[in-house]
């Protein structure tokens, strides 16, 4: 059974452009999150989706930043117009739907922002 | 709200001595608690869990109990390896209604060293 996967592992955007990350779920999963780990800190939640829902978006930023899980493909976490202040790893993590409580997580993209 | 707090690193030890890394939280409700490793370069990986009051969670020799009284989750080791070397993450999901309502609050890592 495959892991969580994401792609690309490193991503390296110029301020103004657009970065997509991509994460793929374990197999059998249908809920995922996405966190985001700045150089130096823990790793802080922002946003819980289910197919084709968003169930939080929380710790979101308000501005630029838009998640989304469709019914087919892989969940994605777009972010417009980058700045140097959005380089960090982004990690996706999984869980089935029975409340296991844990969570899976991949190896992480790791953006920089020139 | 939710929080999480770690005794602060980074922790250097020699092979084969104790390990020990605080962990105390703050929650309404009753979480469950979690120890996630990161080695360089990767993600996470849960190390162990526990879901109620006084659960001991265990793996690779590593121990946590959840003691609600003091609202503490202490990693420990009794013989820690080079291998062991990495970061440490304590972490609670707030369990609102018997759901799993899923979102993770993360201490802010330990760094763990330990050398031959």
């Known amino acids: 059974n495959a892991g969580v996967m994401q792609n690309p592992r490193h991503l390296v955007r110029r301020r103004g452009q657009e970065a997509r990350l991509r994460c793929s779920p374990m197999k059998g999963h249908s809920h995922v999150y996405w966190y985001r780990q700045l150089p130096e800190e823990g790793l802080k939640f922002m946003v819980y989706l289910q197919k084709e829902n968003i169930i939080d978006e929380s710790g979101m930023p308000k501005e630029r930043f838009s998640a989304e899980f469709p019914k087919e493909g892989p969940s994605i976490l777009r972010i417009q117009q980058v700045v140097r202040g959005d380089s960090a790893a982004y990690f996706c993590a999984s869980s089935p739907p029975n409340p296991t409580y844990e969570q899976y997580f991949g190896p992480g993209t790791r953006l920089t922002v020139t | 709200g939710n929080s999480v707090t770690q005794m602060e690193g980074p922790v250097t030890l020699s092979e084969e001595a104790f390990l020990t890394i605080n962990c105390t939280y703050t929650?309404?409700?009753?979480?469950?608690l979690f120890w996630y490793v990161q080695y360089p370069g990767e993600g996470l990986q849960l190390l162990l869990k526990a879901t109620k009051a006084d659960d001991k969670g265990s793996n690779k020799g590593f121990e946590a109990t959840y003691r609600k009284e003091t609202t503490s989750f202490h990693l420990e080791k009794g013989s820690v390896q080079v291998s062991d070397s990495a970061v440490y993450f304590c972490a609670l999901t707030a369990n609102a209604g018997g759901t799993s309502y899923g979102k993770l609050t993360f201490g802010q890592g330990t760094i763990l060293t330990v050398h031959p």
């Open positions: 929650a309404t409700g009753y979480p469950s």
